[in-house]
């Protein structure tokens, strides 16, 4: 079990805020999120990228000179790869990325990750309900003091995030918005700082309490 400080809007101490999800081992932590990283990053891939081959390549149904008498090489047709603009040899084709690792891994991979990183996470109570507009101004102050530098990666986790909290984080380069129920392992490994919503918590332990 860990327990977080738990802080308002205007950065002051609240209250206090525990949660315990089931981690992997630490013999197999490091390997299993790696895992869930790599797999991330695969899935991220769209493999699209596709060359032609010398049976794509158009033209080259006529023998370019005759075979002898020439002096130079034979060919039979001016698209072998051999040739500029002719076929490419064993050039990319559509295809996919995407690596396997079972539900329960995952799961798991993202719990450890989570868990790992609550010492440098930050809960605010009732985070943004004030904004009646979006201000991104609004939210770096905010960020400013919980204690978070402006030169920070954060991923701000929350429940339920709204259209102007939205609107005013997206203008922050190195500020990411989440759903709780939308985590992933990259995100949580690559933020510098978490800023979680104290409701996010709750969400949290109900998604990814139970295997």
């Known amino acids: 079990m860990v327990s977080c400080v738990v802080k308002d809007w205007q950065g002051k101490e609240s209250g206090e805020a525990t949660i315990d999800l089931k981690v992997a081992k630490d013999s197999t932590a490091g390997d299993l999120m790696h895992r869930a990283v790599l797999r991330h990053h695969a899935h991220s891939r769209q493999g699209t990228a596709s060359t032609l081959t010398r049976a794509e390549v158009r033209g080259g149904g006529r023998k370019p ?13 001016i698209r072998t790869p051999l040739r500029p603009g002719g ?16 539900r329960k891994e995952r799961r798991l991979a993202l719990r450890t990750a989570f868990m790992a990183r609550l010492s440098d996470a930050v809960v605010v109570r009732d985070f943004g309900t004030t904004l009646k507009t979006p201000k991104t101004s609004e939210i770096s102050s905010a960020l400013g003091r919980l204690g978070i530098s402006k030169d920070s990666k954060v991923l701000v986790i929350l429940s339920n995030p709204s259209e102007t909290i939205a609107r005013s984080i997206r203008n922050l380069e190195k500020v990411k918005l989440v759903s709780a129920n ?3 392992v ?13 409701d996010a918590l709750e969400t949290i332990r109900e998604v990814y309490g139970n295997d």
């Open 186 to 198: 990259f995100d949580l490994l690559n933020a510098n700082s978490l800023v979680l919503g104290e």
């Open 87 to 102: 076929g490419i040899i064993f050039g990319p084709k559509p295809r996919t990325y995407n690596l396997s690792m079972n």
């Open 65 to 77: 000179y005759k075979q002898k008498g020439t002096g130079r090489a034979r060919q039979g047709s």
């Open 182 to 184: 939308h985590l992933n």
